[in-house]
């Protein structure tokens, strides 16, 4: 079966202060991965998504970024945060499907908080 | 892109029924999903509709209308458990989310 890893589960920074995430997917290859953020109490906002290694799709002008160096793992990064970078931070993954309806496959989440 | 409405909030008790509403504009469809989310977790994957109709999970249900750009979750029998955001998404191979129906069961 398949799982997803995302870690840290919670993590506190100052502004200014760099960020990494990971994010990587046992039991599947070639999947679609997805980044995306959730405000206290608002919904989830699309961040980055990718197709493959090396390939990734910016849906939001911010000061963060993404990459995926590897088939089931993907980083989101920035080099200084925003105290508006503070949120809850989803990793997801989905099959590639002929008919792109698969549902996408949430890790447990990060919560950042930007002091 | 995408304009998503659900309710913000619904109170229903315990062993009840609820139906939770979606209406949405898209401009590319390949399916709708609904998703729940209990407060400081990850969404979790409920149901999915692409053609129009009722699919039927145990207690949960989802309906779909394409042409009028609405579904519903009907949740049967709540329990307690069942208290939690649920989300409607819609897209292809990216999803846009609502803002989520905070389902609140009393007993």
């Known amino acids: 079966s398949q799982t997803i890893h995302q870690w840290p589960a919670t993590l506190v920074q100052p502004v200014g202060s760099p960020l990494s995430l990971e994010c990587t997917v046992e039991?599947?290859?070639?999947?679609?991965l997805y980044w995306y953020r959730q405000a206290a109490g608002r919904g989830l906002q699309l961040l980055f998504y990718?197709?493959?290694?090396?390939?990734i799709s910016s849906e939001v002008p911010q000061n963060l970024s993404a990459s995926r160096p590897q088939d089931r793992q993907f980083i989101l990064s920035s080099k200084k945060l925003l105290l508006s970078d503070s949120g809850f931070y989803l990793c997801?993954?989905?099959?590639?499907?002929?008919?792109?309806?698969?549902?996408?496959?949430f890790g447990n989440g990060t919560r950042l908080t930007v002091t | 892109g995408q304009n998503i409405d659900q309710p913000t909030e619904m109170t229903a008790t315990e062993g009840a029924i609820v139906q939770i509403n979606c209406t949405y504009q898209?401009?590319?469809?390949?399916?709708l999903f609904w998703y729940q989310q209990h407060a400081g977790e990850a969404p979790t994957f409920l149901s999915y509709?692409?053609?129009?109709g009722l699919e039927e999970k145990g207690r949960f249900s989802s309906f779909l209308s394409r042409s009028k750009g609405y579904s519903y979750l009907l949740l049967k029998e709540l329990q307690m458990k069942d208290s939690a955001s649920y989300l409607c998404?819609?897209?292809?191979?990216?999803?846009?989310f609502g803002a989520g129906t905070t389902v609140t069961v009393r007993a």
């Open positions: 990718s197709v493959g290694i090396g390939q």
């Open positions: 997801a993954w989905s099959e590639k499907s002929s008919s792109y309806n698969s549902p996408l496959h």
């Open positions: 998404a819609v897209g292809d191979y990216k999803l846009s």
């Open positions: 509709n692409v053609l129009d």
């Open positions: 898209t401009s590319g469809f390949n399916g």
């Open positions: 039991g599947t290859s070639n999947p679609n």
